[in-house]
C-alpha cells in the first residue's frame, strides 16, 4: 500500500508563473489536509479537502491560491502568479474517515522554489 | 495566543542518553488529540506518537514516551537511549475536536542534536 505520493519533489518557477502541487492520497483516504511551512518554522494549515468538497480553507490566502480534491484523481494545490515569498515546502497529508483522532500520514513535501 | 509552544529551539543529548523535548498546549475543547512528528534533514515529516486527550495512560511507542500532564497542558517526548539517527527536527502538534477533527496547529519545532 503505497502511501501519501507528492509530486514533483522539487519545483522551480520565475515569479509570475502557475505552480500546481500534485497529491495522491493513501489508498481509502479520503481526507486530505494541505500545510505549509517556511525555512526554520514549523507547518502551517491551509486547507482541508474531502472529495470534490472544501471542508476547511481558512489557512489559505485570499488571493492566487486554490485547492482541489475531484472524485478522480490526485489533490491539487495550485498557485498562480507566484512570488519569491510562496518558497517554501508544501506538504499533503491523508487520513481514512473516523481516524481523526490519530496521526495521519504526509507525504514528502514539494519544495517550491520562486526565482 | 499560541495554541502550541515548544519553548526548546536547539537540544543537544549524548547518545544512550534520555532526553525530554518540552511541549505545552492550549485548547478549551475537552476532545483533542497531541501528536510528535520527526523530520529529518530530508524533509519529510515521520508521525511518532499520539495522545488523546481522554487517555488514561501515557503514550508509549518503542523509544518515545509521551509524559501526558493534563492539568498543566503538557505533552512532553520523551526518547530514551538516544541515537545518533535521532538527530533530527520534533514537532508537537494538536488537533482539536472527535473523530472528524480537521486540522493540526503545529508547534515551531525543536533542533535536536545527538552527540556520540
Known amino acids: 500500500n503505497a502511501g501519501v505520493m507528492q509530486n514533483p519533489r522539487h519545483l522551480v518557477r520565475r515569479r509570475g508563473q502557475e505552480a500546481r502541487l500534485r497529491c495522491s492520497p493513501m489508498?481509502?483516504?479520503?481526507?486530505v489536509y494541505w500545510y505549509r511551512q517556511l525555512p526554520e518554522e514549523g507547518l502551517k494549515f491551509m486547507v482541508y479537502?474531502?472529495?470534490?468538497?472544501?471542508?476547511?480553507e481558512s489557512g489559505m490566502p485570499k488571493e492566487r491560491f486554490s485547492a482541489e480534491f475531484p472524485k478522480e484523481g490526485p489533490s491539487i494545490l495550485r498557485i498562480q502568479q507566484v512570488v519569491r515569498g510562496d518558497s517554501a515546502a508544501y506538504f499533503c497529508a491523508s487520513r481514512e474517515t473516523g481516524t481523526g483522532g490519530r496521526g495521519y500520514t504526509f507525504g514528502s513535501g514539494t519544495r517550491l522554489t520562486v526565482v | 495566543a499560541q495554541k502550541i509552544t515548544q519553548t526548546q529551539p536547539g537540544m543537544f543529548v549524548q547518545e544512550k542518553e534520555a532526553v525530554t523535548l518540552d511541549c505545552t498546549y492550549d485548547t478549551s475543547d475537552p476532545s483533542y488529540g497531541l501528536f510528535w512528528y520527526k523530520q529529518p534533514s530530508s524533509g519529510e515529516m515521520i508521525f511518532l506518537i499520539y495522545q488523546g486527550s481522554y487517555d488514561q495512560q501515557n503514550a508509549t511507542e518503542g523509544r518515545y514516551s509521551l509524559n501526558f500532564q493534563k492539568a498543566r497542558k503538557s505533552a512532553n517526548l520523551v526518547i530514551s537511549a538516544s541515537q545518533l539517527g535521532d538527530s533530527a527536527m520534533y514537532f508537537c502538534?494538536?488537533?482539536?475536536?472527535?473523530?472528524?477533527?480537521?486540522?493540526?496547529?503545529f508547534g515551531d519545532g525543536t533542533t535536536l542534536t545527538v552527540k556520540p
Open positions: 489508498k481509502g483516504h479520503s481526507h
Open positions: 479537502l474531502q472529495k470534490e468538497n472544501i471542508i476547511d
Open positions: 502538534a494538536m488537533r482539536e475536536g472527535g473523530t472528524n477533527a480537521g486540522k493540526s496547529t
